[in-house]
């Protein structure tokens, strides 16, 4: 079982920015697959970005630019770096992990870009 636990979402202006951090509990966070996932209110979960076991990153087109994932697999800990918000990267942000087949959910922080 993977624990996922989310920081650092919360109000941010427009072009601001902030930094998501999922840290995951275990020994194996090195080889899953970690991804970050956004759901806005009425609408479906969406991929935002993910990020191999051999650091590959694979980003939705309207954040290509200015969202980055990195992983740190010292920490067991994913980040998202999102620049230039806007109004419509409102959503609850959560973060997955993919191993041995299980897919591993955090339960979402909150990121409100509003003026």
């Known amino acids: 079982q993977v624990q996922l636990v989310e920081s650092g979402g919360g109000l941010v202006q427009p072009g601001g920015s902030l930094r998501l951090s999922c840290a995951a509990s275990?020994?194996?966070?090195?080889?899953?697959?970690m991804g970050w996932y956004r759901q806005a209110p009425g609408k479906q979960r969406e991929m935002v970005a993910t990020?191999?076991?051999?650091?590959?990153?694979n980003y939705r087109d309207s954040v290509k630019g200015r969202f980055t994932i990195s992983r740190d697999n010292a920490k067991n800990t994913v980040y998202l770096q999102m620049n230039s918000l806007k109004p419509e990267d409102t959503a609850v942000y959560y973060c997955?992990?993919?191993?041995?087949?299980?897919?591993?959910w955090g339960k979402g922080t909150l990121v409100t870009v509003s003026s």
């Open positions: 997955k992990a993919v191993g041995f087949g299980v897919d591993y």
């Open positions: 990020v191999s076991s051999g650091r590959t990153a």
């Open positions: 275990g020994s194996a966070f090195r080889i899953y697959t």
